[in-house]
């Protein structure tokens, strides 16, 4: 069993930065991969950004040279620094994990709850 908790999400004004947050706790003993996914209503869930436990990440492409994605190993937790935000990025962005538990015979693909961010021009 593995929780996500998300914080970071809110109001910010067109150029402005937000950083998002993803804790995760269970018996975790190693993370294939952390990252963010977003979803407009209406409209299926993308994918943000990524980044694998060797340390290579992948972005979309509008996020490109504005959002980084990062990871604290020792708190199993995932960021998401956002800059120079848009009105387009207004979405509920959700945590993703892709994890193995303790034994080594759990594979675990969990989502976050998601939080809003709303970018205003």
């Known amino acids: 069993q593995v929780q996500l908790v998300e914080s970071g999400g809110g109001l910010v004004q067109t150029g402005g930065s937000l950083r998002l947050s993803c804790a995760a706790s269970?018996?975790?003993?190693?993370?294939?991969?952390m990252g963010w996914y977003r979803q407009a209503p209406g409209k299926q869930r993308e994918l943000v950004a990524m980044?694998?436990?060797?340390?290579?990440?992948n972005y979309e492409d509008s996020v490109k040279g504005r959002f980084t994605i990062s990871r604290d190993n020792a708190k199993n937790t995932v960021y998401l620094q956002m800059n120079s935000l848009k009105p387009e990025d207004t979405e509920v962005y959700y945590c993703?994990?892709?994890?193995?538990?303790?034994?080594?015979?759990?594979?675990?693909?969990?989502w976050g709850q998601g939080t809003q961010v709303t970018v205003s021009s």
């Open positions: 993703y994990v892709d994890l193995w538990l303790i034994g080594g015979s759990q594979r675990v693909r969990s």
């Open positions: 269970g018996n975790i003993v190693r993370f294939n991969a």
């Open positions: 980044i694998y436990s060797g340390g290579n990440t």
